[in-house]
Antibody, heavy 121, light 106 residues
Framework: EVQLVESGGGLVQPGGSLILSCSAS????????MSWVRQAPGRGLEFVAG????????YYADSVKGRFTIFRDNSKSTSYLQMSSLRTEDTAVYHC??????????????WGQGTLVTVSS | NFMLSQPHSVAESPGKTVTISCTRS????????VQWHQQRPGSSPTTVIY?????PSGVPDRFSGSLDYSSKSASLTISGLKTEDEADYYC?????FGGGTRLTVL
């Protein structure tokens, strides 16, 4: 059974930093791309970032480019989202997603439960 | 960049079939795979269709996905509607999500 467990969310001040982690199990982690999607309270879904299985290719939404970094450690079956220069509009539940196939197409098939990030003073 | 447009809401009776559309604003609908995600009230999203027409393990075959190249749209069809299908449905292609469609089963 595919399981994705996010951690690292919390309350942070504007301009601050945070690192989210996603621990994966139930599949061969190193074979698949991974992604992060967020959902602000009462709003729709927004694709944040994606990374290929070998970390060679990455994708970032324009809204986070230059502030967020996605990376992964295949030896630990874990993906990460490093967030800096956080803004109030970054407040959201952040979900980790398992990708599909060999390439970074941003096709996804499993979601984690998410971790809440609140940016407020 | 392109946008994905979905109807705000649809409603249908239990046992019936419903189709939700997702129209791409520019470029071919086949340029990037289309996924469909279900979000029940108070729950995290789950994927019901990936890569246009594939179902993740555990998703019933009442859910199906298709593309219409002429109208640049993707469709999610749910047959034999159940009350448990009541949810928001989002299409997604590459890094773009549609605005979501609220399905009411009444």
């Amino acid at each position: 059974e595919v399981q994705l467990v996010e951690s690292g969310g919390g309350l942070v001040q504007p301009g601050g930093s945070l690192i989210l982690s996603c621990s994966a199990s139930g599949f061969l982690f190193s074979n698949y791309p991974m992604s992060w999607v967020r959902q602000a309270p009462g709003r729709g879904l927004e694709f944040v970032a994606g990374i290929s299985r070998d970390s060679v290719m990455t994708y970032y939404a324009d809204s986070v480019k230059g502030r967020f970094t996605i990376f992964r450690d295949n030896s630990k079956s874990t993906s990460y989202l490093q967030m800096s220069s956080l803004r109030t509009e970054d407040t959201a539940v952040y979900h980790c997603l398992k990708g599909v196939g060999n390439y970074l197409t941003l096709a996804v098939d499993y979601w984690g439960q998410g971790t809440l990030v609140t940016v407020s003073s | 960049n392109f946008m994905l447009s979905q109807p705000h809401s649809v409603a249908e009776s239990p046992g019936k079939t419903v189709t939700i559309s997702c129209t791409r604003s520019s470029g071919s609908i086949a340029s990037n795979y289309v996924q469909w995600h279900q979000q029940r009230p108070g729950s995290s999203p789950t994927t019901v269709i990936y890569e246009d027409n594939q179902r993740p393990s555990g998703v019933p075959d009442r859910f199906s996905g298709s593309l219409d190249y002429s109208s640049k749209s993707a469709s999610l069809t749910i047959s034999g509607l159940k009350t448990e299908d009541e949810a928001d449905y989002y299409c997604q292609s590459y890094g773009v999500f549609g605005g979501g469609t609220r399905l009411t089963v009444l």
